[in-house]
């Protein structure tokens, strides 16, 4: 078998063409003495691709005056070019590059008498591969059956820096190059060094059972035109640790193209990068994977995987850099997620570059996070824990950056703190939201948190949720600031399925300077805003809506101490004032010095503790409600209220305070199980 002597070629066809007679050797048109006139073209010949084949004819025999030679080609598997030394026709040689039959006619001349015969030469078997390349070399297709090898590889074929392998078309779309690989062995590509397998069409590497693969290190490879790559990764090459069909690894080993390459039987991965590659985005295209987990790269990798065929498959495995680095693209580039792909990130990712996830289903690692520390866009996907696993969730932490999440499920997260050393998160949530920019939630459905749906811990920006569903989270669904309750929920549009004892929105106040604001709407049904600290209205205008449900932790009270007031419920969606507890004086009450109008409120199980009236003074006695207004007139109402469950009075009117006139049956009040008595006027 020929070692590798593998050029383009020109092809045409040179015959030694000389004048030919109608007749034959077989008309007696000889002297007595000549010698018959016999062409001989020699036994017929099998011989390797590329092996320089000798026709000769000199044994023919003919008179002394001479004899012409001419070769005709009468049928090949491809064109031929002969060559002779320009003086002895007898012999011509030519170099076979395509497998096939070749025949060849000899015709002999002697004035006018000719004789023929005939000779075949088979072409037939593969080109041996292997050992390093010395200079740049083009493979040519050798055998034109498609099933048949053109090159046997049987030991790891290395292409050093500065020398390039081609696979060669011949000029033809339909040039087919087939590689038989014997087991352990593989192409590896070295740094400088070049694989272009971008020519023809239908190329194969293959083996009977299984070969390494190719390992692109620190080279590159640009692989185009319908490329099958089959039985790969069988076994890894030397020096990593996993297997792969194209393994990249060394310093940047690039990607010129990877479009319409068909991975096959995959005994491992597909493609493993174990390093930077560099690439143009989605330059990994309409390729066909065959394995369960075609690819595992660095986090980076996504935006060079675009719209390929994956068939039955886990997923993409993505790994970051881990919790406390930050993964991070060149210039304004993002992470984008999408293509409808799959993705495994493996690992705690830290972004420092904004991040797109569309159309496409995450999967988290166990007790992994996202801590997104540039604008984030998630829409239309899926976030869970890889089988059903639990994970820390999205931490937000970009200073005038946005969160925009919309038309997303986001299952099992919550499950820890973050904690990567220059970030912390307060508290386990879904939904993690350190500072920014306002930031928008919309149609989102969060399930089975491990601790909060949304916190916000952000002293100032606002994230709004709407339109979005709550179910199964083990602390309250939105934790936010008392006074971004308003532009945290601008609609009733979103639904809480909340487990026995957990406050769908729990209200944090940081001082008492914070005031609650606006409009606040109902959470639907029995859902509550839970105030895990006592509450002041200190300015501005603050407006319960029918159906709001207010709760107070054990102690804490609401302080209605300046700006104006407002609950105003209906007989069918009354606006609730109770503990968290629900059970008779276990929370402090309500206190009111400012211009307050309750109308169709239920206010319940107040008067745990003396209210401290501006902080200071404890009211004289414990009620539900103290009325402490000294202001002149006022329209101030309460009326067709229900207050209950009162660990001292219903309603205490301290001396010299405005009386709302509770008691007086135009007001329509209902009072039942306060402790002492319904109301006192000091």
Not at 23 to 36: A, T
Not at 144 to 172: K, R, W
């Amino acid at each position: 078998m020929k070692k590798i002597i593998i050029t383009s070629c020109v092809v045409f066809i040179i015959a030694a063409m000389l004048s030919a007679c109608s007749e034959d050797n077989n008309d007696p048109n000889q002297g007595p003495n000549e010698i018959p006139l016999k062409a001989e073209a020699g036994p017929d010949q099998t011989v390797a691709p590329f092996t320089l084949v000798t026709l000769d004819g000199s044994a023919s025999t003919g008179p002394e005056s001479g004899i012409s030679y001419q070769w005709i080609i009468t049928g090949s598997a491809s064109e031929i070019y002969l060559s002779h030394d320009g003086t002895n026709l007898s012999k011509v040689t030519f170099e076979p590059k395509v497998n096939g039959t070749y025949t060849f006619t000899l015709r002999i001349t002697s004035g006018s008498n000719f004789s023929e015969d005939y000779v075949t030469v088979t072409v037939t078997g593969a080109l041996a591969l292997g050992g390093t390349l010395t200079q740049t070399t083009t493979l040519v297709d050798v055998d034109p059956d498609s099933s048949m090898p053109d090159y046997i590889l049987s030991s790891d074929l290395i292409i050093p820096d500065g020398v390039t392998l081609n696979f060669a078309n011949f000029g033809t779309s339909n040039s087919s190059i087939t590689i038989k690989v014997t087991n352990n062995s593989g192409i590896i590509v070295q740094a400088g060094g070049s694989l272009n397998i971008n020519g023809g069409s239908n190329h194969k590497l293959t083996a009977d059972t299984g070969w390494k693969g190719i390992l692109v290190d620190g080279g590159a490879v640009d692989l185009y035109n319908f490329v099958t790559i089959d039985k790969a990764g069988a076994s890894p090459f030397a020096g990593q640790t996993e297997a792969a069909a194209i393994t990249f690894a060394g310093v940047s080993p690039q990607i010129g193209r990877m479009q319409s390459v068909h991975f096959t039987n995959s005994p491992s991965r597909d493609i493993l990068a174990t390093t930077f590659v560099s690439a143009s985005n989605n330059v990994i295209y309409n390729n066909t994977f065959s394995n369960a987990i075609p690819v595992k790269a660095p986090i980076d990798f996504v935006n060079k995987i675009g719209t390929n065929q994956f068939g039955t498959y886990d997923y993409v495995q993505l790994v970051p850099s881990g919790a406390g680095t930050i993964d991070a693209l060149p210039g304004s580039m993002s992470f984008n997620f999408g293509n409808g792909i799959k993705y495994f990130i493996d690992g705690d990712f830290t972004s420092g570059s904004p991040i797109n996830i569309s159309n496409t289903t995450i999967l988290m690692k166990e007790g992994a996070g996202i801590l997104a520390q540039h604008s984030t866009t998630i829409n239309q996907s899926t976030l869970k824990g890889v089988n059903g696993t639990n994970w820390k969730g999205i931490a937000f932490a970009a200073s005038s950056r946005q969160l925009l999440i919309s038309n997303t499920t986001i299952e099992n997260a919550g499950s820890n703190i973050f904690n990567t050393g220059f970030f912390t998160s307060a508290a386990k949530a879904v939904i993690y939201f350190g500072f920014g920019g306002s930031s928008f939630l919309s149609n989102v459905t969060i399930t089975n948190s491990g601790g909060y749906g949304v916190y916000n811990d952000s002293p100032s920006d606002n994230v709004e949720v709407k339109g979005s569903s709550f179910s199964g989270t083990t602390l309250p669904a939105v934790r936010t600031r008392v006074d971004l309750v308003h532009s945290t929920f601008v609609s009733s549009d979103n639904t809480f399925t909340m487990p026995s004892g957990v406050a769908p929105v729990e209200v944090q106040v940081p001082n008492a300077s914070v005031s609650p604001t606006s409009t606040w709407r109902a959470l639907g049904g029995s859902n509550y805003y839970l105030f895990s600290g006592n509450a002041y209205l200190s300015y501005g205008s603050w407006t319960l809506l029918p159906g709001v449900n207010l709760k107070f932790k054990a102690g804490k009270s609401l302080n209605i101490l300046g700006g104006g007031f407002t609950a105003i419920g209906t007989a069918l969606a009354p606006i609730t004032f109770d503990s968290e507890a629900g059970t008779s004086g276990s929370w402090a009450g309500i206190h009111v010095q400012t211009t307050t109008k309750f109308e169709f409120c239920e206010i319940k199980n107040g008067g745990e503790v003396l209210i401290q009236k501006n902080g200071v003074t404890p009211a004289t006695e414990k009620a539900n409600v103290v009325f402490d207004y000294g202001g002149g007139s006022t329209s101030n109402t309460f009326k067709n209220n229900t207050v209950s469950g009162s660990g001292g009075y219903g309603i205490l009117v301290e001396a010299g305070r405005q009386d709302p006139d509770a008691l007086n049956v135009a007001n329509s009040n209902t009072f039942s199980s306060n402790t002492i008595l319904d109301v006192i006027v000091k």
